[in-house]
């Protein structure tokens, strides 16, 4: 299970190959509504791949690192789960993703927790995403949005 998680790191760290491996043919992912790729659009490891390709755009020299975990656990549903806080700092690089006024070389960083459920065949069919939003907006001098 920590080699899963070493891997799901390094996807997140740029190795973008790293997708195919890790991500089954349908992945069902729960985002945070605000900020992120539009429910039912990430649904196999090359829309991942693509999604993580254009938040690293964003954020010269992101580096991701595990706060706590990973630790595998069986879910009310008799599936295994892989469950870890990380960590990602960098420096945004400018642009207008939602309405931030930071100025470019700006250091951000933050934390959140991934919950990935591994199917049958060994990757990852699941994947619930918590991160620490609110942190990201007042960094970025971002408008905080109205959640609902």
Do not use: H, K
Not at 52 to 69: C, H, K, N, P, Q
Request: hydrophobic share 45%; net charge negative; glycine share 12%.
């Amino acid at each position: 299970m920590e080699r899963l998680w070493e891997r799901w790191v390094d996807l997140w760290n740029g190795d973008f190959a790293a997708a195919a491996d890790l991500v089954g043919e349908r992945l069902e992912a729960r985002l945070p509504r605000v900020g992120m790729p539009e429910e039912g659009t990430l649904t196999d490891g090359a829309a991942l791949a693509a999604w993580i390709v254009d938040f690293r755009s964003a954020f010269r020299d992101a580096r991701f690192s595990t706060e706590l975990g990973p630790f595998a656990v069986s879910g009310p549903d008799g599936r295994r789960y892989l469950v870890a806080r990380w960590r990602c700092e960098g420096v945004w690089d400018g642009g207008t993703a939602l309405g931030a006024r930071a100025a470019p070389g700006t250091r951000v960083a933050y934390s959140g927790t991934d919950v990935l459920r591994i199917g049958p065949d060994g990757r990852f069919d699941g994947y619930w995403l918590s991160d620490d939003q609110l942190g990201v907006f007042s960094r970025l001098e971002a408008p905080v949005p109205a959640w609902t």
